[in-house]
């Protein structure tokens, strides 16, 4: 069977854009097309969340920072979303031997929030519905699209197939996104992806005497080189606590014992907190799960399909900023949909033209950091740094601004960061050779000023070279 959507809601002239994916980045873009009127439908291969009993998939919370806030400001969901965020001031950094350390984001008004994946996407589904002009295919898989007809094939659940044409095809469908397939079979496109060698697990903090375990408005890191745990807090008073390591080391711990072992040498104070029986039982329940970075280039193909957040640029998820550039991608769209007055051919190229070089950036952002974490971030390293950024930025805040800043807090482009960072690297550097070569002279000046004419307390031969260069 074959049909072009075309129901009581969209009229023959009004254009028809489907978004194959449902998830946070697809329901978002949802609301943003059905907004300037376009007729949009939704296709989701899983069942419809709102109704689902139990959601099982990624991550169960994100932090949401400015891009990501930018975006859902724009189709009004600011509001709705951060007033259900928990938001987290500080970095809360523990050491081996159970100290915490605070560490500020920056001013009173800079804070990331806590939220909750799952009703972050139903709330955005909810809201893209809202439209009279969207409609909502759910349990519709894609498996295949052809660019000459632009016919998209659909697996039903009941095992029938279903084939829809449509003026434009936004993919959201993801990491391993069925869009981009029909990509990466056309000439000159770029496409590379990399699994780390590390896995997440999560486990859950249960709340203390009913209340949160650890300070609530706060990101937690236990940062040990390989070994990370981060945990953030959810409203139910629990912290999802995400364990980050080797898959080979993830396969050396077989045994409950091992579990304990392994908290103990690493995140003793963690093991209170959790429980020793939760830790016991949660850390077999699921295998580790695995991180993808994803690039590639164009994000179009002519002007019938275009791919935006994981579909397009996966990132591993040390910035926490997967989700808020892929809201960041939708904001940007619609920026150039109003540039070039919805014309999808132009659109689309320019979207390209712009986007690749930031969602790049990050990606290698997220693997800089990545590398750089399990490379030499013990706390003490994490705490010191920080506080150079913060000393630096502090000293000149016109001209040094820590690169965790302008990436959550600011929407300087990301390829501008970059080079900002560079740059300023530059200036810190010529400042210490500067200061270096101060010291030199300054100690130099101040060595001889106070050497003895005649001293029998330092050897002769430095004594003499002390003699000469006081000529310069
Ligand atoms: P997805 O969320 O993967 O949604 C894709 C949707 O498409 C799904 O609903 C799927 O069912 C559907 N789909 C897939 N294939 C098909 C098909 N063939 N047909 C129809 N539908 C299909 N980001 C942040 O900003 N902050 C964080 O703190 C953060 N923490 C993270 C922590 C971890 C451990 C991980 C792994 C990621 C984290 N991220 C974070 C990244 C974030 O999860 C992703 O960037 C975000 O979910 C991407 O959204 P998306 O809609 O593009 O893709
Ligand atoms: C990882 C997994 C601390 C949620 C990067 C900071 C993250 C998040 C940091 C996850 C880190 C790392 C930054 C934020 C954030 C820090 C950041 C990482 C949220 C450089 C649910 N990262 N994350 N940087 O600065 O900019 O606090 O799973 F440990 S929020 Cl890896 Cl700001």
Redesign the pocket.
């Known amino acids: 069977m074959e049909y072009t959507p075309n129901d009581s809601r969209s009229t023959n002239k009004r254009k028809v854009v489907a978004v194959?994916?449902?998830?946070?980045?697809?329901a978002l873009n949802a609301c943003y097309f059905a907004k300037r009127g376009f007729a949009v439908e939704v296709?989701?291969?899983?069942e419809d969340i709102r109704q689902a009993k139990i959601v099982r998939g990624?991550?169960i919370n994100?932090?949401?920072?400015h891009r990501?806030r930018q975006a859902l400001k724009q189709v009004g969901m600011e509001e709705k979303i951060v007033t259900k965020g928990i938001p987290m001031h500080a970095r809360m950094i523990h050491s081996l031997n159970g100290t915490r350390s605070p560490i500020p984001y920056g001013k009173k008004g800079q804070y990331i929030l806590s939220v909750d994946?799952t009703n972050l996407n139903k709330e955005l589904l909810t809201a893209a519905e809202a439209y009279p002009n969207t409609k909502m295919n759910f349990g519709?898989?894609?498996?295949d699209w052809s660019f000459e007809s632009g016919a998209m094939t659909?697996l039903r659940p009941d095992g029938s197939e279903e084939q829809i044409k449509v003026d434009l095809i936004v993919g959201?469908?993801?990491?391993?996104?069925?869009i981009r397939k029909q990509f990466l079979r056309q000439s000159r496109f770029n496409y590379s992806q990399t699994y780390i060698p590390h896995g997440?697990m999560e486990l859950t903090m249960p709340p203390h005497n009913g209340d949160f375990a650890m300070e609530p408005n706060f990101l937690h890191i236990w940062p040990r080189n390989t070994f990370m745990m981060i945990a953030?807090p959810n409203l139910d008073k629990t912290f999802t606590c995400?364990l980050f390591m080797p898959f080979e080391e993830f396969e050396k711990v077989t045994t409950e014992d091992q579990v304990i072992e392994f908290f103990q040498t690493y995140f003793p104070d963690a093991i209170p907190l959790i429980g020793v029986e939760a830790l016991k039982r949660d850390y077999f329940r699921l295998p580790a799960?695995a991180?993808v970075s994803v690039k590639c280039s164009p994000y179009h193909m002519g002007d019938k399909c275009v791919i935006?957040?994981?579909?397009a640029h996966?990132?591993v998820?040390f910035y926490?900023?997967?989700?808020?550039?892929?809201f960041e991608d939708c904001l940007v769209f619609n920026e150039v949909m109003d540039q070039f007055n919805e014309d999808f051919s132009a659109v689309l190229k320019e979207y390209t033209r712009v986007r690749v070089p930031d969602d790049h950036a990050i990606a290698d952002l997220a693997m800089y950091n990545y590398i750089e974490m399990r490379a030499h971030v013990n706390s003490k390293w994490f705490i010191f740094r920080k506080y150079v950024d913060n000393f630096l930025h502090f000293l000149m805040p016109k001209t040094i601004i820590p690169l965790y800043t302008m990436v959550t807090f600011s929407r300087i482009r990301y390829h501008e960061a970059v080079k900002l960072w560079h740059w300023q690297d530059k200036v810190i550097n010529r400042g210490l050779s500067i200061c270096g070569v101060m010291l030199v002279v300054g100690g130099t000046y101040l060595l001889l000023k106070h050497v003895p004419r005649n001293s029998s307390s330092i050897p002769q031969q430095l004594w003499t070279q002390a003699q000469t260069l006081k000529w310069f």
Not at 20 to 26: D, K, M, N, R, T
Not at 62 to 65: D, T
Not at 320 to 326: E, H, I, L, S, V
């Open positions: 194959v994916g449902g998830g946070l980045v697809g296709f989701e291969s899983r990624r991550s994100l932090a949401l920072s990501g994946r519709h898989k894609l498996l659909f959201c469908d993801g990491a391993f996104s069925a997440y953030l995400t799960q991180m935006m957040g994981d579909a996966a990132v998820p926490g900023q997967g989700m808020n550039a892929g």
